[in-house]
């Protein structure tokens, strides 16, 4: 039990220690709204650009990742919990990825960049696959993560490597939202990230290979629930130790190549595909060093106490991604504070930093008062709206 109970926490706090991360990422960015305010001093300028690097090797395509293990893993936990209770969650998860769609669009309201909405409809294709075997699954999952759309593309490249290419259509989008981002209308604000936003955001995740991997990540997720890999014991000790070793090893070639494809390669139709592929394998190697890192750290007890500050953060994850989106849109665009005119990368960041204090007092007061946060209330009741098992 001890090991269960334990399994939980560490989940909370990974999820805790992602919504951060993902705090201080969309602070830098301004919440999509890229601006770089003009006469910054040089030394501010030096400063703001290690902070972007540092920030972006770290997190960059690696927090998202996270969080869509994580996704998987909760799926097959409820899943197997109503299972011993003889009862088919897949049913009621179709309707709970619906609720989800409902807090997506919400959240897209005020950021055109939420991945609750996108979760929400891939979380749906988890359902096919819930019963498969372990074996299907992990073939699923890999054939996802090798990126067969751009594997194809990247053939198709090798064979006419003079071939043209057009600037990804995403980009056209992301360049009207200053129409609405910098504009003084909440209204005309919540209409533009719901229309042109939403456009360019779903765009962007399809030229990046985000799909296939978050669903990767879902079913590699589950797998890791079902063979209880977060439950603390010896076996899974040398299990996250072997992992974190592994990854650290496969990601050093990888980052090396990362650095210098645009020298190595001359066709830009190769190099697009090729540098997709590649810098989704290269970020989900260092997600791995992270998670089992952060896995480990968790169950030494001299880190055991400053980890687990992260664990009410998680607890109400959702209530926090849609608040930090509501905050940070009020801070950056130009219906709140327009800091999106003067915030530059460093003073961004300092922000973000804040903004994560502020969620840990928070969430630990709210901890002390209910069971769940205020989003995960009003989703929980409305998943079990009508039936008598009021636990899973």
């Known amino acids: 039990m001890i090991s269960e109970s334990k399994r939980f926490y560490v989940v909370d706090a990974l999820r805790g220690f992602a919504i951060i991360s993902i705090m201080l990422l969309h602070n830098i960015e301004h919440f999509d709204f890229y601006y770089v305010p003009e006469n910054i001093p040089q030394w501010m300028a030096a400063i703001d650009q290690g902070i972007w690097d540092t920030m972006f090797f770290l997190f960059g395509g690696k927090s ?17 919990n109503q299972e011993k209770r003889g009862e088919d969650f897949r049913p009621r998860f179709a309707w709970r990825m619906f609720l989800l769609l409902i807090f997506g669009i919400i959240n897209s309201a005020f950021f055109q960049g939420d991945i609750l909405s996108i979760y929400a409809v891939l979380g749906v294709l988890l359902i096919p696959v819930a019963r498969l075997n372990d074996k299907a699954v992990f073939v699923i999952a890999l054939i996802l993560f090798l990126q067969p759309y751009e594997m194809v593309r990247l053939f198709m490249a090798i064979q006419n490597p003079d071939m043209q290419l057009s600037d990804p259509t995403s980009w056209a989008y992301f360049g009207k939202m200053g129409e609405y981002a910098g504009g003084e209308s909440l209204l005309a604000t919540i209409k533009g990230n719901l229309t042109n936003g939403k456009v360019a955001v779903l765009l962007w995740n399809w030229e990046n290979g985000r799909y296939f991997h978050i669903l990767a990540l879902f079913m590699f997720g ?28 496969a990601f050093i070639p990888l980052f090396a190549i990362q650095s210098s494809t645009g020298s190595l390669i001359e066709s830009e139709a190769i190099r697009r595909s090729f540098t997709i592929i590649q810098s989704s394998w290269t970020n989900l190697c260092f997600m791995v060093i992270l998670l089992s890192g952060f896995v480990v750290l968790f169950h030494s007890k001299r880190m055991q106490k400053a980890l687990n500050i992260f664990t009410p953060i998680g607890k109400m994850s959702l209530s926090n991604y849609v608040f930090q989106s509501i905050v940070g849109a009020t801070i950056y665009y130009g219906f709140g504070f327009g800091l999106y005119q003067h915030a530059n990368t460093t003073p961004a960041f300092l922000i973000g930093l804040v903004l994560a204090v502020i969620t840990w007092f928070g969430c630990n007061w709210w901890a002390g008062q209910y069971k769940r946060g205020p989003l995960e209330t009003i989703w929980h009741k409305a998943t079990w709206f009508n039936s008598e098992k009021r636990h899973h």
């Not at 439950?231 to 974190?244: D, G, Q």
């Open 64 to 80: 998202y990742a996270m969080f869509a293990l994580l996704f998987g893993l909760t799926f097959y936990i409820q899943m197997h």
């Open 222 to 249: 589950m797998l890791a629930g079902r063979r209880k890999l977060f439950a603390w014991n010896s076996e899974n000790k040398r299990f996250w130790i072997k992992a974190l070793i592994i990854s650290a090893v």
